[in-house]
């Protein structure tokens, strides 16, 4: 954490003028020069709050962070994390709240395969293959559509953008069963 945010201090550009407050939204009508220095300004500073807010991080114990980070949190929010380790091929998903201790779950992605001995590949590589083919053939025949004079083909482009989308759905439930299993909440 530490490293990224001093990348993206270096990134950015200080402002000299602290009486403006940033605009409640943005638009691409309402930022001036002025406004996108301010933006730069208030980045800059919420950057440098959380590098010094992240530098003892790795310095506290259980309880240390427990309190630094997690007790801060509203009494009705429920932070969840997902994030994948692809090299070892494992989620891990983490809950907390505040006063609570976090729940946290590792969650190897080819654990259904390994206690079946069989089943098929749902691996990151393959899922991700796999959705990047379904993209790449989506964008393929949206730009494919344009070109369409008679209803036999206008009909053909429906049923292959059907199709895509079954497929689409057909690996997010292979997902959410074989990633997920039991460990998933309705």
């Known amino acids: 954490m530490q490293t990224c945010l001093s990348q993206k201090l270096r990134k950015s550009i200080a402002f000299e ?26 980045h800059h500073a ?13 310095e506290l114990d259980e309880n240390g962070f427990q309190t ?25 998903i983490s809950r907390m709240q505040a006063n609570t201790t976090p729940l946290l779950l590792k969650l190897p992605l080819q654990r259904f395969a390994q206690r079946n001995g069989e089943g098929e590949d749902m691996s990151y590589k393959a899922v991700t293959e796999e959705f990047n083919n379904i993209i790449s053939e989506s964008n393929a025949t949206m730009h494919s559509g344009k070109t369409f004079e008679n209803k036999a083909d206008i009909d053909n482009w429906w049923k292959t953008r059907h199709e895509l989308d079954d497929r689409l759905k057909r690996l997010m439930e292979r997902v959410d069963e074989n990633w997920l299993g039991g460990f998933k909440v309705s």
């Open 17 to 42: 003028n602290e009486d403006k407050w940033p605009p409640a939204t943005y638009t691409d009508s309402n930022i001036g020069d002025e406004d996108e220095e301010m933006v730069d300004h208030w």
């Open 68 to 92: 630094k980070f997690i007790n801060i949190l509203p009494p009705n929010w429920t932070v969840c994390s997902l994030t994948l380790d692809p090299t070892q091929g494992d989620l891990y």
């Open 46 to 58: 919420h950057l440098e709050q959380l590098r010094d807010l992240y530098k003892e991080e790795h």
